[in-house]
């Protein structure tokens, strides 16, 4: 057999097995490549922010007492319930490792909580008596701050926290005293910043990747300061009571995240 034939009939099925080949690439490149997923990120609460609130202050306990410098002492004349609405701005830091936040928070507030009573009786040491004397009074939170560390759980968008620290605010606290006659014998006048402590609780959601909401609980307590006043034209009776402010709050929130 010739050669030169043989080559050529052997490089025939060589050709044919490559022109296939070739083709069956040419489908494969042609087959479109599916893009990837995109990898879902965790919502990390780590970072500064800054934000608004609203909230209402309720449900005061401060007892009222009367006593003088004669050994006269009646342990409730009244009591301030002190309540109303607050609104402010706040501003903090969160630090996230695992599901577990850690922050620090500071919040100022304009306040409208407050409480009054006009009327009340004083009674005999001993005896719950009326002796005729009468006794007026208010009670007002201007102002109140908060800076407070939060601790908390992060379930994704989601935080869990509680907080508590210093409380301060500025409080106007009034008590007048009349006798029979409607004579006003005693003004007992404190005008003063007041510190305290602050605790409570909340969850916090982030609806985008930069602002969240939250809904949080306070109870504020301003502690107890003794406020007095001499008698008026007896400058030797000081007349006295414990000025006991606290309120429980519920305050709406919104915040942007850096």
Excluded at 30 to 59: K, Q
Excluded at 155 to 162: E, V
Excluded at 163 to 168: D, I, M, N
Excluded at 179 to 198: L, Q
Aim: aromatic share 16%.
């Amino acid at each position: 057999m010739n050669i030169r034939k043989s080559l050529g009939i052997g490089a025939a099925p060589l050709a044919l097995i490559g022109s296939v080949a070739m083709a069956h690439a040419a489908d494969l490149a042609a087959v479109p490549i599916e893009p990837a997923a995109p990898i879902p990120y965790a919502f990390s609460w780590t970072g500064f922010y800054v934000g608004a609130n609203i909230g209402y202050g309720f449900n005061g306990d401060d007892k009222v007492g009367i006593r003088n410098s004669f050994g006269f002492f009646d342990p409730k004349v009244a009591t301030f319930k002190d309540s109303g609405i607050f609104g402010g701005v706040q501003a903090g830091y969160n630090y996230q490792w695992g599901s577990f936040v850690l922050g620090l928070e500071g919040d100022i507030q304009g306040s409208g909580i407050s409480d009054k009573f006009s009327g009340a009786p004083e009674h005999f040491p001993g005896t719950r008596i009326p002796n005729g004397n009468t006794w007026s009074g208010k009670s007002e939170v201007n102002w109140f701050g908060t800076v407070r560390p939060r601790i908390g759980f992060a379930w994704d968008r989601a935080l869990f926290y509680g907080t508590g620290g210093l409380a301060f605010g500025g409080v106007d606290y009034r008590l007048s005293g009349f006798t029979p006659g409607g004579v006003n014998f005693v003004n007992i006048k404190n005008d003063d910043t007041k510190v305290g402590w602050a605790a409570g609780a909340g969850i916090e959601y982030a609806f985008t990747d930069n602002w969240t909401v939250k809904l949080e609980y306070q109870y504020v307590n301003f502690g107890r300061d003794k406020v007095s006043a001499a008698q008026i034209g007896v400058p030797a009776n000081v007349i006295s009571s414990q000025e006991t402010i606290d309120f429980h709050s519920v305050r709406l929130g919104v915040n942007y995240k850096f």
